[in-house]
């Protein structure tokens, strides 16, 4: 009990906020830099669960992400109505290119703790903290999506897929807004049937409309 006592203070002392700096600097890397870590970093980690401190490293790294992320959510808040898409890119960008970090960083804890003991994986239970975190508060607002893409290049149709296709892969959110993410993931409407082919037609009519509309020549 003292033995692992001291090893927990050793932990806390050495170990963690070794590991906690990392995190702040790869959370917040723009997505086109490289930020490396150590092999002592590493090591830290290693040397964590092989003193069997599995748990509480693992709790410690989703805490100080949830903070994170808490923080990110509390920003989306206020960005401007005409920026919001934007930025909720950015963040999930951001955040996405960050976990290409973390995760292999994380690697011993998760194969010899989340994969073997709690029969999970890493990425997918940080992805799941920025579903739960930011993407939840504010799926709502990104519903707006249909009102911006029913007036072509109000939104760039690059930013338009990136958001739509993060929010597919987050949560079954296509249901919210079908018309929506069919525009950008196959499947999600029910197969063509020869009884609506005017029904297509009219749809792809409009659409000629709104681009002619926008300067766009036929």
């Known amino acids: 009990s003292v033995l692992n006592a001291m090893a927990v203070e050793d932990y806390r002392k050495n170990h963690w906020p070794n590991l906690e700096k990392a ?5 917040v890397q723009n997505p086109t ?3 490396s870590v150590s ?3 590493i090591y830290y980690i290693y040397k964590c669960v092989c003193q069997q401190h599995s748990e509480l490293l693992y709790n410690d790294l989703t805490s100080k992400i949830t903070t994170h992320l808490q923080h990110v959510s509390t920003h989306l808040e206020a960005s401007p109505p005409e920026n919001f898409i934007e930025n909720f890119n950015v963040a999930l960008t951001q955040y996405t290119a960050s976990l290409q970090c973390i995760v292999p960083v994380f690697m011993y804890l998760n194969k010899f703790y989340i994969e073997s003991k709690l ?3 890493l990425r997918d239970d940080l992805m799941k903290l920025f579903a739960d975190h930011v993407a939840e508060k504010h799926v709502n607002t990104l519903m707006l999506l249909i009102k911006a893409h029913s007036m072509p290049f109000q939104v760039q149709p690059s930013t338009m897929a990136s958001v739509v296709k993060g929010l597919y892969s987050l949560q079954p959110w296509a ?5 929506l993410f069919s525009g950008f993931i196959p499947q999600i409407n029910p197969p063509a049937v020869e009884s609506l ?19 766009f020549p036929r």
């Open 33 to 35: 830099d490289h930020i």
């Open 39 to 41: 092999y002592a970093q």
């Open 197 to 215: 082919l005017s029904d297509y037609a009219a749809h792809d009519q409009k659409l000629q409309m709104e681009l002619s509309m926008n300067g």
């Open 23 to 27: 995190i702040d600097r790869l959370l």
């Open 119 to 121: 029969n999970r994986d």
């Open 175 to 179: 249901q919210l807004a079908p018309a």
